[in-house]
């Protein structure tokens, strides 16, 4: 399966494997360098953790370099009264009688703490391409299932300024 992602997305991928390859890998290299002159490697906290960071690098960068490669570069535009993505949705939760405001992203920029939320989760899945007034059936798993109203869209654009998960 191929992750659906906007342009800004991939630059943004791209931005952190150029910084990963150019500067975070010769860094890492010279703290593996620098550690393994201390002698016996067994008991040298300083190697290990230097290679642990390399690894975890290198896996940062084949997992970049995987996704730029796989990417389907998506369009971000809606209509003016539909939800899409980057859009601002005020919801009522029928079952806490709750409103709660939720921003639709890519899968790459979801932050659920800020109520930044991708469009695959189930909420944003379902939320996509439905209008004000509309009762939206949000199926968590086979067990679980709840509903929201949708309240208010405010449209919004492919920000750059929403970062790219790190890990």
Known sequence: MYDELTRVDIEKMKEELEH?????????????????????????????????????????IRYLRAMIKTAVIIDT???????GLFDTVTIFVEEDSAEEEVRIVTTLRRDPFSNIISKESPLGSALMGKKVGERVKVEVSRDYSYFVVIKKIK???????????KY
């Open 155 to 165: 449209k919004g654009e492919d920000d750059q300024n929403l970062e790219i998960r």
């Open 77 to 83: 535009k809606s209509d003016a009264d539909t939800v």
């Open 20 to 60: 990963r390859i150019g500067v975070v890998r010769p860094a890492i290299l010279e703290d593996v360098k620098f550690a393994r002159s201390h002698g016996d490697l067994s008991e040298n906290f300083e190697y290990h953790a230097a290679k642990r960071e390399r690894g975890k690098n290198e896996s940062r």
